[in-house]
């Protein structure tokens, strides 16, 4: 084999023409064989009409086709069972065989409504060649109810056109224009207005159109379909677009019989850890982000996620971050009929800087703190875990941001924060409200005096203490329109309780039309 051939890019195309359908059959079947027995059709609105949008079989064999109209249908087929349209259901369960697909390759990418590629370049042989392949991933499918074509070729769009007209097919690099060349051009999806305009101008096959200088072609249908022409026959390609994107590393286990047992699972587990560290060493990298999937035998994928604030170079240090992940999950890990698959990949990597340890302890001291930030992230998820940073901003509420604390802790750890003035009461709230409570402040002294009482939550509060204002203007360049200028007050009541409240405007303030413009008094947060 030459070296051009064994680094040839090779798609499989998978398309299931009765997902719909399909797809209801299996949720039914479980309670009723009485599908099996009666036509049945999935029907949708078009154009103010009640449409055939899938069928099954014994609808077809039946006369029945997709794009009838249902009162046609049920005069054909008295019997017919109707089902009405789920495009969200379908997208989900399409969805969900691209996550079983991962198992073949980690590039699946979707091709709507009812297909999807996979990129098998270099890695048929893992199951025994691409004939083997397509029969096994046809075979697991059809077993779960779906009706599927596939096909195998050098470009995504041959592949595509394949399927539509004869599955089962495996085109050799160099031979796609003599595989398409008799199929129809409606098998180029192109659409149907061009569909038409090929068959009017004598063009019915792929060949015939491929008889013309291209030209010709991109004059009449436009440059997007001279390309698809040219993919199709196996003279140019576009890329395919993966859901996911590749992971840096990706290690595996395949399992001749599956596991279920949550001791075998986490030593498997632990054993790709020391695998995937291993191929991250000789790069000098640690990961970032790590995801472990957990392929059941009946199809279904379980993807678990970890993130680290400093790359990770041990495998006990991933071993106890999913170990924290695995026993904190409300859904826990459903094994079923056992995995056949487990995949543990390093789905963000960094370069490890090697830093003096032994003579600085700071340094200890932050791995042990990122180490712990990690654990709880892991159990409870890392958005619940902040670092709070300065903002250069005199307001209130702006002053602080809650950020992650894994991708931030060095910044929180080296942050300036203003130092408190010796002697004097803080001048800042020990909690700060994120958003002010409004107060009811009867009657207070114009024009920027405190009040005497207001009620903040049904209690009302006597005002013994009080030291203010400080005027606060909000920032005019970030705001759409006039903000009001706030006066804060440190207020104590007669219970000993401090609050800082607000004066949001002024008493003198006039609002556009030269009225008084409307005060509102708010608690903004509570001192120590």
């Known amino acids: 084999m030459s070296a051009s051939s064994a680094n040839r890019r090779r798609i499989l195309s998978l398309w299931l023409p009765r997902l719909p359908i399909d797809r209801i059959k299996r949720k039914l079947s479980a309670t009723s064989d009485a599908l ?34 249902l009162a046609n249908a049920r005069a054909i087929c008295p019997e017919l069972t109707v089902f009405d349209a789920d495009e969200a259901a379908d997208r989900k369960t399409l969805d969900d065989i691209a996550d079983w697909c991962d198992r073949f390759t980690p590039l699946v990418a979707l091709d709507p409504p009812y297909g999807l590629y996979l990129d098998i370049t270099g890695c048929a042989h893992l199951f025994g060649g691409e004939r083997a392949l397509l029969q096994i991933v046809c075979g697991a499918l059809s077993r779960r109810g779906f009706a599927v074509s596939a096909a195998i070729a050098s470009t995504s769009v041959c592949a595509r056109t394949l399927t539509r007209q004869a599955s089962g097919k495996i085109i050799a690099e160099g031979e796609e224009a003599a595989a398409v060349a008799p199929l129809p051009v409606s098998a180029l999806g192109a659409g149907e207005a061009i569909t038409i305009g090929l068959r009017r101008a004598g063009l019915k096959t792929i060949g015939d159109v491929a008889t013309r200088a291209p030209h010709e072609i991109t004059a009449r249908f436009g440059a997007h379909f001279t390309a698809l022409l040219a993919q199709a026959l196996g003279e140019g390609d576009a890329p395919i677009s993966p859901r996911k994107p590749l992971p840096d590393y990706i290690v595996e286990k395949r399992f001749p019989e599956p596991v279920a047992t949550d001791t075998v699972i986490a030593l498997n587990l632990s054993a790709l850890a020391a695998m995937l560290v291993a191929a991250m060493d000789k790069q000098g990298k640690g990961a970032r982000r790590l995801d472990a999937s957990f392929f059941r035998t009946d199809g279904a994928v379980r993807t678990i996620s970890v993130e680290t ?84 901003t005199h307001i209130p509420e702006r002053a602080v941001m809650a950020v992650a604390a894994q991708h931030h802790l060095a910044i929180a750890v080296q942050a300036a924060w203003p130092e408190r003035i010796e002697s004097e009461p803080p001048l800042r709230p020990l909690r700060l409200f994120d958003r002010p409570e409004p107060i009811n402040v009867p009657f207070a002294t114009v024009p920027d005096g405190p009040p005497h009482q207001f009620t903040w939550r049904r209690v009302t509060h006597a005002v013994v203490r009080v030291e203010g204002p400080e005027r606060v203007a909000m ?27 607000f004066r949001d405007g002024l008493y003198e303030q006039a609002d556009g039309q030269g009225e008084p413009a409307p005060v509102r008094w708010f608690v903004h947060g509570l001192f120590a």
């Open 36 to 69: 099996d027995k009666a036509p049945s059709v999935v029907v949708a609105k078009q154009h103010n009409a009640i449409v055939i949008h899938a069928l099954d079989d014994l609808a077809v064999h039946a006369g029945l086709s997709i794009g009838l109209p």
């Open 475 to 501: 920032e005019w360049w970030k705001q759409n329109g006039d903000a009001p200028t706030r006066d804060y007050f440190r207020i104590e009541d007669e219970a000993g309780l401090r609050f800082w409240i």
């Open 309 to 392: 604030g400093r790359p990770v170079t041990k495998p006990e240090v991933i071993d106890r971050l999913f170990r924290e992940r695995l026993d904190a999950l409300n859904d826990p890990l459903d094994p079923g009929f056992g995995f056949d698959l487990i995949r543990l990949s390093a789905g963000r990597t960094e370069i490890v800087v090697q830093q003096q340890r032994d003579l600085d302890a700071n340094v200890h001291d932050n791995d042990e703190l990122s180490a712990l930030i990690d654990r709880i992230a892991a159990r409870i998820g890392g958005k619940r875990v902040v670092v709070h940073l300065p903002q250069e």
